[in-house]
Each structure stands twice: as structure tokens, then as C-alpha cells.
């Protein structure tokens, strides 16, 4: 298995540009979300979904946006990339609710915008 | 979300035990105590959790209080691997998300 697996590894963009982030794993998880973290800080949730069409907001989700077509992948958009946006994303799945189960987190994606 | 407070670093030598504490004294009855670490330049990776018994695995041990007021993540026998940060976290029974705080910062000295 793979686990949870996000492309690319690194991106630099220019600001007003567009992209997508990939997320992908292949454990048959439910729930998949999107974190980004800033230079010593923690994790901060930007978007959820708790299975297949099914997504919500968390914490900081201006400027992003996602879709849930199937179990296994979930891509994060973003629609007009600023400087703000620049930081470490990371992708994360399980099984079931994050209370009793453990989550499984891709290696993280580092995003500059110029 | 009931809030943890954990220190903000600290030292170990190498081969000894590391107890990392945890304070949550707003824990509610729902609320599971969850632990992960991130490695420099990597992703969290889960290690522990519990909700009111201590729990042992193959990486730590979890001490949870009487009160679950407070917990405490022990490494038996640190390893240079075992320098990261360290989250405590909190998380509900029907809640999928974790609120990262900024975590311990484990420095394990050779």
C-alpha cells in the first residue's frame, strides 16, 4: 500500500495563478482533509470530506476549494493564488472518525507564490 | 475544542526514557487523547491514543490521569529518530477533525 500519497512535492507560483494539489490513497477511507501549516506553527484544517460528494469547510478555507468525486482521491484547488497561500499543504485519510481512529498523512506539498 | 498545553521543548539523551506530558483539563467524556509526532521536513505520524486506559503499543506507552485531566506520552528507550515534534491532541468520538497546537520539540542528544 501507498498510503496517502500528494503531488507535487514542491510548486512555485505566480501570483493570480491557479492549481490544483493532488491527493490520493488507497487504504478505502472515508474521511480525507486538507491541513496547511506555516512556519512554526501547527496544522490548521482548510477543508473536510467525510466520503464521495461530500465536502465542508474547516478553519481557513478561503481562497481554496475541493471536490470529492471518488473514495480515493481528493484535490484541493486554488483559485487565485497569493502570497498568503505560501506554505506547507498536507493531505490527510481515515477510516472513521478522527476520535477513535488514527490518521494517515501524505509527506506534504510546499507551495511558494511569488 | 478543549485545549492542550504542552511544553515548548524538550531534552533527552540518547537510550533513556522520555516522558512528554500533556495538560487538558477541559477534556470532555467524549474526548479522545491522541498523540503525533512530525519528523523534520515530514508529515504527522500517529503514535498513540487512548481514552481512558493506558495504552501501549510498538512506538509508546500512554499514561492517561485518573481525572484524564492530564497524559503523558512515554518513549521507552530514545533514538535519535525519536527527534520531533510531538502533538497532543484531543478529538472527539464523532469528530474526524485534529486541532494542532505548536507541540513539543524533542531534542534527543547522542
Known amino acids: 500500500n501507498a498510503g496517502v500519497t500528494q503531488t507535487p512535492k514542491f510548486q512555485v507560483l505566480k501570483t493570480g495563478q491557479s492549481m490544483t494539489l493532488q491527493c490520493a490513497q488507497d487504504?478505502?477511507?472515508?474521511?480525507m482533509s486538507w491541513y496547511r501549516q506555516d512556519p512554526g506553527m501547527g496544522l490548521r484544517l482548510i477543508h473536510y470530506s467525510v466520503g464521495a460528494g461530500i465536502t465542508d469547510q474547516g478553519e481557513v478555507p478561503n481562497g481554496y476549494n475541493v471536490s470529492r468525486s471518488t473514495t480515493e482521491d481528493f484535490p484541493l484547488r486554488l483559485l487565485s493564488a497569493a502570497p498568503s497561500q505560501t506554505s506547507v499543504y498536507f493531505c490527510?485519510?481515515?477510516?472513521?472518525?478522527?476520535?477513535?481512529?488514527?490518521?494517515?498523512f501524505g509527506q506534504g506539498t510546499r507551495l511558494t507564490v511569488v | 475544542d478543549a485545549k492542550t498545553t504542552q511544553p515548548n521543548s524538550m531534552e533527552s539523551n540518547e537510550e533513556e526514557p522520555v516522558h512528554l506530558p500533556c495538560n487538558h483539563s477541559?477534556?470532555?467524556?467524549?474526548?479522545?487523547i491522541h498523540w503525533y509526532r512530525q519528523l523534520p521536513s515530514q508529515g504527522p505520524e500517529y503514535v498513540i491514543h487512548?481514552?481512558?486506559s493506558n495504552v501501549n503499543n510498538r512506538m509508546a506507552s500512554l499514561a492517561i490521569a485518573e481525572d484524564r485531566k492530564s497524559s503523558t506520552l512515554i518513549l521507552h528507550r530514545a533514538t535519535l529518530r525519536d527527534a520531533a515534534v510531538y502533538y497532543c491532541?484531543?478529538?472527539?468520538?464523532?469528530?474526524?477533525?485534529?486541532?494542532f497546537g505548536k507541540g513539543t520539540l524533542l531534542t534527543v542528544n547522542p
Open positions: 491532541i484531543l478529538s472527539g468520538g464523532s469528530n474526524y477533525k485534529l486541532t
Open positions: 477541559t477534556i470532555s467524556g467524549t474526548d479522545y
Open positions: 487504504m478505502n477511507h472515508e474521511y
Open positions: 490527510a485519510s481515515s477510516y472513521g472518525a478522527g476520535g477513535y481512529t488514527e490518521a494517515f
Open positions: 487512548g481514552l481512558t
